[in-house]
């Protein structure tokens, strides 16, 4: 069992950054690939970014590319979302997910486990 919990979220200005992060419990987390999810209200959750298991490889959804990135810290049980240039449409509550996989995808049905979320709120 894995649990995850993300937090750095907040409310910014439009061009502004964050960091957010997702600490994982137990011994496994560095055979884990990770994920961050996105959900807006009245929309369906969204992939944003994942992350195999040695951070090695990275895949994007096109919206974010050049302007996220994610990153691991194995020896902390951390991944990281670093979020530059936000827009108003970034505005949503981030999730992060571990995938019992070293392979990352961008298939919400691939992550076998998921955090509370944080929300993210980039005002114009």
């Known amino acids: 069992q894995v649990q995850l919990v993300e937090s750095g979220g907040g409310l910014v200005q439009a061009g502004d950054s964050l960091r957010l992060s997702c600490a994982a419990s137990?011994?496994?987390?560095?055979?884990?690939?990770m994920g961050w999810f996105r959900q807006a209200p009245g929309k369906e959750r969204e992939f944003v970014a994942a992350?195999?298991?040695?951070?090695?490889?990275?895949v994007y959804v096109d919206s974010v590319k050049g302007r996220f990135t994610i990153s691991r810290d194995n020896a902390k049980n951390t991944v990281y979302l670093q979020m530059n240039s936000l827009k108003p449409e970034d505005t949503a509550v981030y999730y992060c997910?571990?995938?019992?996989?070293?392979?990352?995808?961008?298939?919400?049905?691939?992550?076998?486990?998921w955090g509370q979320g944080t929300q993210v709120t980039v005002s114009s």
């Open positions: 997910a571990a995938r019992r996989s070293r392979g990352a995808t961008s298939s919400l049905s691939q992550y076998d486990y």
């Open positions: 137990g011994r496994t987390f560095s055979s884990y690939a």
């Open positions: 992350i195999i298991w040695s951070g090695g490889s990275t």
